[in-house]
C-alpha cells in the first residue's frame, strides 16, 4: 500500500499469469485461476461479453466482503462498494441474462462458508431488486442491521455476541424501475447516494416510521438498462 507522498511506481505484468488477449478485449485480461476467471468461464455460452461477466463477478465480490476488508485513507476507511451498470442497447447483449446466469454464484460462495458465525453475518443483508421508496428501504433495512446472536462461540469456547451491520444490495435487472421519476420515488436517488459513502452512522426521521438509526452501513448495486 502506498501513500501519496511515494514516490511513483513501475507496475510490472508477468504476462504468464493473466488470460492472453481474445479478440482485443481488455476483459480477458484477468488474473489465472481467480474468481474472475471462473465467473468469465461460467458465463461462456450465453448472451453476455466478458466485460458484463467480468463486472458482475466485481459486484459479487463486493457483496461477499461488505464491511470486512477496507483500504485505510487519511483518518477514513475506504470500503470495496461499488455502482456499477451494464449498458447496452436493448436486445444487442442480455443485460438481465447475465445478472440472472451469474447470481447463484452467490448463493453457492455463502454455502461454502465453513465458519457458522461468518456465515450468519454475512447473510444478514437487504437485497432490492425493484421498485422502493427512500423511507421503506430505510425502514426494512433497519429490520436487517442491529441483529445480535449469541449461539456462536470462539476458538477458546467462549461465547461470542455477534451484531449485524446495514448491508443492502441493490441488484437491478432494469434500473429505470428502481430509479423512476414517480412522485413516490422522491429522495431516492439523494438516500443512495448518501448510501455510497458506507457511514458508520446514519438517522432518518418519518412521520410513518419515526425515528430509526443506522450503524456500519455498507451498500453496493448492480444495475442495468
Not at 501519496?4 to 488470460?19: N, S, Y
Not at 420515488?185 to 418519518?206: E, H, P, Q, R, V
Amino acid at each position: 500500500m502506498y501513500t501519496r507522498a511515494d514516490p511513483p511506481q513501475r507496475i510490472v505484468i508477468d504476462r504468464e499469469k493473466v488470460l492472453p488477449f481474445k479478440d482485443r478485449d481488455p476483459f480477458t485480461f484477468v488474473p489465472k485461476g481467480g474468481f474472475l476467471e471462473d465467473v468469465q468461464n461460467y458465463a461462456l455460452g450465453y448472451e453476455t461479453t466478458n466485460a458484463f461477466s467480468f463486472w458482475t463477478g466485481v459486484h459479487f465480490l463486493s457483496t461477499m466482503f461488505k464491511r470486512d476488508i477496507w483500504m485505510p485513507w487519511g483518518t477514513e476507511r475506504h470500503f470495496p462498494n461499488f455502482y456499477l451498470i451494464l449498458l447496452a442497447y436493448p436486445g444487442l447483449v442480455k443485460k438481465s441474462t447475465t445478472m440472472k446466469v451469474l447470481t447463484p454464484i452467490y448463493d453457492i460462495a455463502l454455502e461454502k462458508i465453513s465458519n457458522e458465525a461468518l456465515a450468519w453475518r454475512k447473510r444478514q443483508e437487504l437485497t432490492v431488486s425493484s421498485t422502493a421508496t427512500a423511507n421503506g428501504m430505510f425502514k426494512l433495512l433497519s429490520e436487517v442491521a442491529n441483529k445480535t446472536n449469541d449461539s456462536f462461540v470462539n476458538a477458546d469456547n467462549e461465547p461470542m455476541m455477534l451484531t449485524s451491520d446495514a448491508n443492502l444490495i441493490l441488484r437491478v435487472s432494469e434500473l429505470t424501475t428502481l430509479l423512476s421519476k414517480a412522485q413516490y420515488n422522491a429522495n431516492l436517488i439523494d438516500k443512495i447516494t448518501d448510501f455510497y459513502d458506507c457511514n458508520d452512522k446514519d438517522s432518518s426521521t418519518t412521520v410513518s416510521h419515526g425515528h430509526i438509526d443506522l450503524e456500519n452501513i455498507f451498500c453496493t448495486m448492480l444495475g442495468a438498462t
